[in-house]
């Protein structure tokens, strides 16, 4: 079986053979993987300055963005069978379960002993089979399986919409999105759904295909953020700089998600948001909720736009994706089955 992964001993991003997984419990799955896509989360992996391996091992396969076909189930499984395509939940609750994690929100978990798919202390996907419990995969109709690898970045928009829509007291109307990765393309897309009038602010040029794929689907694209203001502000750059940015387009009683900025110094305007009644949070993971929703909000969005975002490369080409510059294409996929 082919694994794609990091060598914690030499360093290095490898694709080799590894031992085949086998059902070992009644409530298991065996699965094996059509597709895995790669994020800025990967790239960080694979620069060594975060994640480690599951215990005693050396090596952590990547991969936790990903999507899968059912190959054999275990005695106590009853709502997946052969044939179905399924997507797992990236993070697994911590033991002994923590508040949150006992309420089903392992995306809340209190105690930080977690572990993540591809990540932290477990296993990811860029491999050919699998095998998870039924409760940590989720079940994706056969007419969206040739966009459901983006059901895992989805499922984090997801959370931080309904959470900002949540805080905003008066009910938003509009929002200004940051950044043109697969986050705040996806986040816009969501909004619209909402009904709630988004833009996007990136650095591309306006003839960028990022810029001219999310004018196709509808959304404002901004070369300059000059004058704007937003009753939801979602930050999904990556770039401290453009999070401090951001606060200054939030509107009175405004609401503004930290997704993607790295720690950082600068300049926060407390008083400003303290005057007006403004609220910053940060959010990152999903929980099984926030991947249901994900499910159903993709049936929802443009299908031409969604296969836009999507650049598919052979399990092979691993090393170039994490470790090159991010390329044009919004998100790299992996294709693992042959």
Sequence with gaps: MRIAGLDYERREVVVRDGPEPR???????????????????????????HGYPPPGEAFLIL????????????????????????VP?????????????ARGRRDLCLS??????GIFGRHGYLREYATDAETDLLRVPADLAGCAVLIEPLSVVEKAVETALRIHEPGVRTALVLGAGPLGILAALVLNLRGIEASVFSLEPPD??????????????????????????????GSAAAA??????????????????????????????????K?????????????????RDL????????????????????????????????????????
């Design 299 to 338: 049936g929802r969005l443009d299908r031409e736009v969604l296969d836009g975002m999507i650049q598919r490369t052979s399990l092979a080409a691993l090393r170039q994706s994490v470790t090159a510059p991010p390329p044009a294409a919004v998100k790299i996929v992996h294709v693992v089955a042959d």
């Design 23 to 49: 059902l070992g419990g009644a409530n298991e799955v065996l699965f094996r993987l059509q597709e895995s896509g790669i994020c800025g989360s990967d790239r960080e992996l694979a620069a060594f300055r």
């Design 112 to 117: 930080g002993r977690y572990t993540e798919t």
């Design 244 to 277: 401090f940015a951001g606060f200054g387009a939030l509107a009175p009683l405004g609401v503004y998600c930290i997704l993607g900025s790295p720690n950082a110094t600068g300049e926060v305007p407390f008083t400003e948001l303290m005057r007006h009644n």
């Design 208 to 237: 960028h295909p990022r810029a001219r794929l999310i004018e196709r689907a509808g959304v404002r694209y901004l070369a300059r953020p000059d004058g704007v203001s937003a009753d939801v502000v979602i930050e999904a750059t």
């Design 63 to 86: 991969g936790h963005e990903a999507l899968g076909q059912v190959v054999e189930t275990g005695p106590a499984v009853g709502g997946l069978a052969r044939g179905d395509w399924v």
């Design 279 to 295: 609220t910053v949070f940060g959010s990152v993971n999903a929980g099984p909720e926030a991947f249901a929703l994900a499910v």
């Design 89 to 101: 939940l990236v993070r697994r609750p911590c033991q002994p379960p923590c508040a949150s994690c």
